[in-house]
């Protein structure tokens, strides 16, 4: 397997857990409740697209790093990361968890234009500065591939703003979020834990 693919598929992976569910899936769920899905998926797209391209620039100047220092970096937004996500599965149980999906079902007429440029501003400030990100940007500076990591990350939350917006609602009733956020917590700090290891080994 090429180290572009394989960056492209770890990438996909671990962003699809830690946004499967999440806010990003909530978010695009109220707004295709609210709008036509076509023009929301379309801004959601477009902000996934940006934020992707933020993170990947910031890894790849971080790879730019002495290997040690990228190392020491990228355990550090993986342990940033994983920080977040564990102190939500922690949280109250007011969480995303018990979104009233259905109380935010009146559609709303508006142009496609607006639609999508609605979604693209909610979505964007949700993602941003979310473990998402975090990961995405250090997982461009360990692999060194920024092409595939983006690909990767980009295609796994417009996969789950797809999913949203044809299965949201039996997912939000059925998956525990805190779960999720626990698993992908781990898996962060696992990360985190292999940076440290190959920081101190370089």
């Known amino acids: 397997m090429s180290s572009f693919f394989l960056a492209l598929v770890v990438s996909f ?7 499967l569910p999440d806010k990003t899936l909530v ?3 109220v707004l295709s409740t609210r709008y036509r899905r076509r023009p929301v998926v379309v801004g959601v797209a477009a902000a996934f697209a940006v934020q992707c ?8 100047l971080l790879h730019l790093l002495p290997r040690q220092a990228v190392e020491a970096v990228v355990a550090g937004l993986f342990a940033i990361g994983a920080a977040l996500l564990i102190r939500e599965s922690l949280g109250p149980p007011h969480s995303d968890e018990h979104v009233d999906v259905d109380a935010a079902s009146t559609q709303v007429p508006a142009s496609n234009r607006r639609i999508a440029l609605t979604s ?4 964007f400030a949700a993602e941003w500065g979310d473990a998402s990100q975090l990961a995405t940007a250090g997982l461009t500076a360990r692999l060194g591939e920024p092409v595939a990591v983006g690909i990767g990350a980009w295609l796994a939350l417009v996969g789950v703003a797809v999913i949203a917006v044809l299965a949201g ?4 009733k059925r998956v525990p979020v805190r779960l999720v956020h626990r698993v992908a917590g781990s898996l962060f700090a696992a990360f985190a834990v292999v940076a440290v290891v190959s920081a101190i080994r370089s």
């Open 13 to 19: 992976g671990v962003i699809l857990l830690v946004e």
């Open 53 to 60: 391209v933020i993170a990947v620039a910031a890894g790849g």
């Open 169 to 172: 609602r039996e997912i939000v």
């Open 120 to 123: 693209f501003g909610v979505l």
């Open 27 to 29: 978010a695009t769920l």
